[in-house]
């Protein structure tokens, strides 16, 4: 048997070729038409699940006008299906409930029941010409399994053969000459009558519907009737001839199919409310684990007991990225999950994705690239968070199963229209990857390619499955490329709308840093990649080293060749060989080099570790890595306009702090400026989470107030007024809720921030029109309430502890500290070495010039030697020639001659003192009239 499949999906449909079947695929029904025309088909299966109401019925009557074939039509309810086979078809089938074996049977009946109407019509010819008793016909009709009826015109039945006898209860005289319509259910009559009506017309050749009938015994059924017109020798129809079929017990399973998916449906909502519940409850205890643990850190803890209370938080951070993930998969499977529609930044959202999870990359020394090609709309409207979840979810994985190399995650522009785009997102790494059996298992729940890597690399398998829903609710794909032990590409497209605004990366013309000359230092080719590329669209010349040795090189070759010096060189941090700090010491003291500008890249989260370097100013910017288009554009436009900056201003001035502090010089507070101290009450009827608020709000220097349940609080806040109320809304007695309520009709307009277990935007939404201003979600750390204090206490800070800052009274001030200097320079001895040479050379030369300058009063030239001088003493923890350039520098600001002689004394006593101090860490010390050497001392000399 030969089925055309029109409409079909040929890789998801659930019929396969089978035997002596074979199966045709057209696309629409153009082309099922150029089939027709050369191949003869037994049957044709139409979709139309998708389709509705007239257009239903078009597709039907098109594909009927060009073949007298039977046509089974899959449709999505009942009411289509009656539409369908008004408009010619033969059989419908509902897609919700097929099945393989059900769509074979239909199909097969179907075609059989077609030959059948066609040998009958065939017979019908010769009925006339044919003695009853030679007629063979009469038997064929009097013993076919199937109910088979002759009509005339008017509907009234003229034979009848067994099967519809029996099927209705009555005999062939009782029949003879009844309407078939008075059998018909009253409610399905209507329809009946009219599909006779268009038969009689000439309308339609024939048609198929499915309705309710009484049988003899009262009893209700279904059948499937088809109705055709037998023309006469003439032409001219006399008799209506029918099929009779009695699909009752299909409707059976149709309806128990349908009490199934309502079950299913209110056994997934009770799921869903279970699981919301549920993860409230299991909120509350790792919400003490991570809030306990927290403040167990901030005590003076040994390396041991830090190191298990970090395996605690870790544990704790763990389970509730769990509870989360199974969250998120309930509200998806109960189709609770809705996705906002919100303008956003494409580059702030991957920024912030990439800054949620850098961490643990940085930790494996992983290098990690984030790159959006130009010309990618970056102006979007669509769901940011839900986006960012999908990132996060992919960039993780990668991170997990990679132990070194690189990951990248980069967005293109796939299609762009008037006010829509497509967004292709790639995560590539260079991890474990993924066998061929593997790939067929992912993106499915609580599966992962390799059972085993579960032991070994941890997870639930839920990531993944979730971000495919998530996909897909974005009318996307996802999928991924890989090849076991050779890295991974996952992938996936979603379409969102761009809003109209202007696009800065866009506007800015193609020459903005034309002609720049840049050079690219980094040992990672992705990475050098990604800023070339940025710089290249905005018009630079740009050029790419490996190695700091190789940088070297070049640098001293475009000044000495073509007097076309790069303009500005990109430095890593993290080189084999020459890093980036050694890169910078060769810079400063090549007088050929001096001149070009540095911007740092440094791994993101490793500025605390590099800040006091920072005061060297060997580099004129910094970035983090990965490099984020705005941020380079800001940072380079910065370095090439800009001479004073202000992050290193602004550093320079607290080290310059810290060490007066360690000299003993504290701080006085101005007067009247003690901070306020604000009121709160906190509502939680769980001991140990009152304990946990109080211990937090306590050491931020608030005043903390506790009740165990709702009653408590509105007995406290009817006695005293306070300033911020935290409210957990699950409590006995009387919950956060009522609470509320009660608390705004007695009229107190104290902020009121909900604290639940609930992650579910329905309980936050519930929070909100109880009277609550705002909602904390359990568990919570210390750094997510300072921002809800900063909100709702205007205002209203904590004091700082009184000792806190405070240096130990009595301390001289040194000469030089070395042990110190090592610590601001994290440990380099040799870049201590060489650094402190060449500033005693320096400050030889600016004691000579400051001499000249002072007797000629140019107090300008003064201020900016001595605050030079200042700067570097400080940095390298020389303090007494610190303090000494710092009186210079003020007397030369008040143009004082005789303080500024005075300092400028102090100023060349001190730095002879250091010059001795510093004896035993230079080669040799130099002096004023000698050349400078950067070469130091092997260590231990």
């Not at 899959?74 to 008004?86: K, Y």
């Not at 690239?369 to 709309?377: E, K, N, Q, T, Y």
């Not at 640098?555 to 060749?561: A, D, F, G, I």
């Not at 500008?597 to 006091?612: D, F, H, Q, V």
Request: proline share 4%; charged share 25%; with cysteine.
């Amino acid at each position: 048997m030969q089925i055309l499949l029109v409409g079909v999906e040929r890789n998801s449909f659930a019929i396969r070729e089978e035997g002596a079947d074979q199966l045709l695929f057209a696309e629409d029904i153009q082309e099922a038409n150029n089939f027709l025309v050369h191949v003869d088909v037994d049957v044709i299966l139409l979709d139309c699940g998708r389709v509705a109401g007239h257009e239903l019925e078009e597709k039907v009557r098109e594909l009927r006008k060009k073949t007298d074939q039977p046509i089974v039509v899959l449709v999505d309810s009942g009411e289509s299906g009656s539409r369908a086979l008004s408009a010619g078809a033969q059989d419908f089938l509902i897609s919700e409930s097929l099945s393989e074996d059900l769509l074979r049977r239909v199909l097969r009946y179907t075609h059989q029941l077609h030959a059948t109407s066609r040998s009958l019509e065939d017979l019908m010819r010769e009925v006339g010409q044919l003695k009853d008793d030679e007629n063979p016909f009469a038997s064929f009709f009097n013993h076919c399994p199937v109910g088979m009826v002759l009509m005339d015109l008017e509907g009234r039945l003229v034979r009848s053969n067994a099967a519809l006898q029996t099927m209705l209860g009555f005999s062939a005289e009782e029949l003879k000459g009844r309407k078939l319509s008075v059998f018909a259910h009253p409610d399905d009559c209507g329809q009946y009558q009219e599909n006779l009506s268009a038969l009689k017309a000439g309308e339609v050749g024939y048609f198929e519907t499915e309705s309710r009938f009484h049988r003899h015994d009262g009893q209700n059924a279904w059948w499937r009737l088809t109705l055709s017109i037998l023309p006469d020798p003439s032409g001219r129809g006399q008799y209506i001839f029918g099929l009779v079929k009695d699909v009752s017990r299909w409707k059976r399973s149709e309806v128990n199919l349908q009490k199934a998916k309502e079950l299913a449906e209110a056994m997934a909502r009770t799921k869903s409310e279970f699981l919301a519940n549920m993860s409230h409850e299991i909120r509350t205890p790792i919400h003490t684990i991570t809030g306990m643990t927290e403040l167990l850190l901030d005590t003076d803890l040994d390396m041991e007991q830090s190191e298990y209370a970090d395996q605690v938080r870790f544990s704790a951070d763990v389970l509730l990225t769990l509870v989360n993930d199974i969250l998120d998969y309930s509200k998806i499977e109960a189709g609770k999950l809705t996705l906002e529609e919100i303008d956003f930044d494409l580059y702030e959202m991957c920024e912030k994705a990439v800054d949620l999870v850098i961490l643990e990359a940085h930790r494996k020394n992983l290098e990690v690239i984030l790159f959006i090609a130009p010309g990618v709309a970056h102006r979007l409207r669509g769901d940011p968070a839900r986006l960012r979840q999908i990132v996060i979810n992919l960039f993780n994985n990668a991170v997990k199963f990679t132990a070194e190399g690189e990951v990248q995650i980069s967005v293109e522009s796939v299609e762009k229209g008037d006010d829509r785009c497509t967004l292709k997102f790639m995560v590539r790494d260079t991890g474990i990857g993924i066998g061929k059996t593997g790939m067929a298992r992912l993106f499915q729940s609580f599966s992962q390619a390799d059972t085993s890597t579960t032991r070994k690399y941890g997870g639930t398998g839920l990531g993944l499955s979730i971000s495919k829903s998530l996909v897909e609710m974005m009318e996307g794909r996802i999928g991924a490329d890989s090849e076991e032990g050779a890295g991974s590409t996952f992938w996936f497209t979603v379409t969102l709308k761009t809003q109209d605004k202007a696009n800065l990366f866009e506007d800015l013309p193609a020459d903005f840093f034309s002609g720049l000359r840049v050079l690219v230092v980094d040992d990672n080719a992705s990475a050098r990649e990604c800023v070339r590329n940025y710089l290249e669209y905005w018009g630079s010349r740009v050029e790419e080293a490996q190695t700091g040795k190789d940088a070297l090189e070049r640098m001293r070759r475009s000044v000495q060749e073509g007097g076309d010096p790069y303009a500005l060189v990109l430095v890593d941090l993290r080189m084999p060989g020459i890093d980036g700090w050694q890169l910078a010491s060769e810079v400063t003291s090549d007088p050929l080099l001096s001149e070009m500008k540095l911007i740092l890249l440094t791994p993101e989260g490793s500025g605390s570790g590099e800040a006091k370097m920072k005061r060297l100013r060997w580099f004129h910017g910094y970035l983090s890595k990965p490099v984020k288009r705005s941020s380079l554009l800001a940072e380079v436009f910065r370095v090439l306009t800009l001479e004073y900056e202000p992050e290193l201003a602004e550093l320079e001035a607290a080290e310059e702090t810290e060490l007066v502090e360690e000299a003993g010089e504290a701080p006085e507070r101005p007067a009247g400026a003690e901070p306020k101290v604000a009121r709160i009450l906190v509502v939680e009827d769980h001991e140990v989470n009152r304990q946990l608020f109080k211990t937090i709000l306590e050491k931020l220097g608030h005043s903390v107030y506790l009740a165990a349940d709702g009653l408590e609080a509105l007995e406290a806040a009817g006695q005293t007024r306070y300033d911020l109320i935290f409210m957990d809304v699950q409590m006995p007695n009387m919950n956060g809720y009522d609470a509320t309520r009660k608390l705004r009709e007695m009229g107190v307009g104290t902020p009121i921030i909900a604290v639940t277990a609930s992650a579910l935007q329905e309980e936050q939404q519930r929070a909100i029109a109880a009277g609550m201003d705002h909602c904390l979600t359990k568990p919570f750390k210390k750094k997510d309430l300072l921002p809800v204090l900063d909100r709702w206490l205007p205002g209203v800070s904590a004091p700082s502890d009184p000792g806190e800052g405070v240096p130990p009274q009595g301390q001289a001030k040194a000469v030089f500290d070395f042990p110190k200097a090592l610590e601001v320079f994290m440990g380099r001895e040799d870049v201590v070495r060489g650094v402190l040479a060449s500033f005693l050379k320096t400050v030889a030369v600016q004691i000579d010039r400051i001499t000249g300058v002072v007797e000629a009063g140019q107090w300008g030239e003064v201020r900016q030697e001595a605050h030079s001088m200042k700067g570097g003493a400080y940095n390298l923890v020389a303090p007494s020639l610190g303090d000494a350039a710092r009186r210079l520098e003020d007397a030369a600001g008040a143009g004082d001659l005789d303080a500024s002689r005075s300092a400028l004394a102090a100023v060349e006593e001190e730095y002879q003192r250091l010059k001795a101090a510093a004896a035993p860490y230079v080669s040799r010390v130099p002096d004023e009239r000698d050349g400078y050497s950067s070469r130091v001392m092997p260590t231990g000399q």
